[in-house]
């Protein structure tokens, strides 16, 4: 039987174990962490539970739905509001995700503003039409062009200001200009998708999924090297051996582990991260947000206007007692900045700039909660996408160690659940050949 050590219990590595044991393989998961999910992390607060990094589950993830049936938790789904709260100006709109037209009778945008986006989305649409968004490598050939040039030309440039960079900047932290297209055409491919939560937090699905896999938590991975045979790991100064692994860890972490890389691997581990600070604060029942934010699940900032909030989110109490919780989450450029600030005073220019929108909040609030992402979601700038597929065109059978994680995919769960899928199917693939010595030999001299 072969032996293969993933290392990295988030949603790709556990995804890449459960196929490789499946397959009748002998898998050890490496974590360094404590508890399972990486940056899928909900936990306890104000009489309910926060997601203080993956927000939701979308109605159209390909990877992730199937895990839920699996796990026994698609029961525990449920929809969102379609409606979110967008900002032009001093002022916020409703936006409804699956009536485009409100973009207009909103004021979001005006008519003219909204049929040219309109136009430009038909067209996109059909560019998608049979692309599996989160199979990140094969939008390649939309990876030619910085996102916000390309939708101020195709939407016009309203719309790149007030519906897609809002949009970037609230889901992942960074910003349109140095954005690949390719990005807006994967998310485009979600259009009139529901909006998922878990009850009780979807944490729950690794926490699942690791139950079934020998997983090893506080296993600090000092080095990788590939062998003749297979690859050999230190590890809290012990080393392992293997038949293979995936390294399923941010970027920055396995570049440091693979001090020699081959054709492909380069490229792809050069990916950043955008960092990001989310605050959660718990209010009284009396508490209750302004007028237009009241229909909504989340609300979305235009960086134009100039604050340091990318996101808002709102989760009402689950009896008549609980109060609601309001959530914010940073972009990267403001989490830059204050990000040495202590935690005492991070949460106060949250609070701050929260306040702004949410009158009072900064008195009402009687708990709070302080989530710091350092690598929050990977940058898409032109070329990733075109990477990752050459990457995956140009790995031979004979490369023992293979990369997955959401900078190898598209920027959601779902993305780094199929990249875990992938790295499975490379190994499996591999060992059903003969290693050739000589190449091995040669990538080790």
Not at 7 to 24: D, E, S, T
Not at 29 to 50: C, D, K, M, N, Y
Not at 178 to 195: E, H, P
Not at 253 to 262: C, E, G, K, S, V
């Amino acid at each position: 039987m072969r032996h293969f050590i993933v290392v990295g219990a988030g949603i790709a590595g556990l995804n890449a174990a459960r196929h490789l044991q499946r397959a009748g393989c002998s898998v050890t998961v490496l974590e360094a962490a404590h508890a399972p999910g990486g940056r899928i992390r909900s936990v306890p607060f104000h009489g309910q539970t926060i997601e203080c990094g993956a927000q939701f589950v979308s109605s159209r993830y390909r990877y992730v739905l199937p895990l839920l049936q699996e796990a026994r938790l698609a029961s525990r789904l449920r929809k969102t509001s379609a409606v979110a709260a967008m900002q032009r100006g001093p002022v916020f709109h409703a936006v409804h995700s699956k009536r485009p037209w409100t973009l207009g009778t909103s004021g979001q945008l005006t008519w003219g503003e909204t049929w040219q986006m309109l136009r430009g989305g038909l067209a996109t649409a059909r560019e998608v039409r049979s692309v599996d968004p989160s199979h990140y490598a094969s939008l390649a050939a939309l990876d030619d062009e910085d996102a916000q040039a390309w939708s101020t030309r195709v939407f016009g440039e309203a719309a790149a200001r007030y519906f897609f960079e809002p949009m970037v900047h609230g889901l992942y932290f960074h910003r349109l200009a140095g954005t690949s297209r390719a990005l807006l055409g994967a998310l485009t491919a979600f259009n009139g998708a529901d909006t998922l939560t878990v009850d009780g937090g979807w944490q729950a699905l690794p926490r699942a999924m690791a139950s079934a896999l020998d997983v090893r938590y506080g296993a600090n991975v000092e080095q990788v090297s590939e062998t003749l045979e297979g690859v050999r790991l230190c590890v809290n100064g012990e080393w392992l051996d293997a038949d293979g692994a995936v390294l399923a860890v941010p970027a920055h972490i396995a570049r440091a582990w693979l001090p020699q890389t081959r054709l492909g691997e380069s490229a792809v581990l050069e990916a950043r991260y955008a960092p990001s600070v989310h605050v959660a604060l718990g209010l009284p029942p009396s508490w209750s947000a302004p007028k237009v934010f009241q229909p909504v699940y989340g609300a979305l900032f235009a960086p134009v206007e100039g604050g340091p909030l990318a996101a808002l989110t709102f989760q009402q109490g689950k009896t008549p007692g609980d109060g609601p919780i309001v959530c914010a989450m940073l972009g990267e450029q403001a989490a830059a900045k204050v990000g040495h600030l202590s935690d005492t005073a991070l949460v106060r220019f949250v609070v701050e700039a929260m306040a702004a929108h949410l009158p009072g909040i900064d008195r009402a609030a009687v708990s709070t909660h302080l989530q710091r992402w350092e690598a929050a979601e990977p940058r898409s700038p032109v070329g990733r996408a075109r990477a990752i597929a050459a990457y995956r065109n140009t790995l031979g059978r004979d490369r023992r160690v293979v990369l997955a994680g959401d900078y190898l995919g598209s920027p959601w769960t779902d993305g780094a659940a199929e990249t875990g899928h992938w790295a499975a199917q490379h190994l499996l693939a591999a060992r059903m050949q003969r290693p050739d010595h000589a190449a091995l030999a040669r990538a080790v001299a």
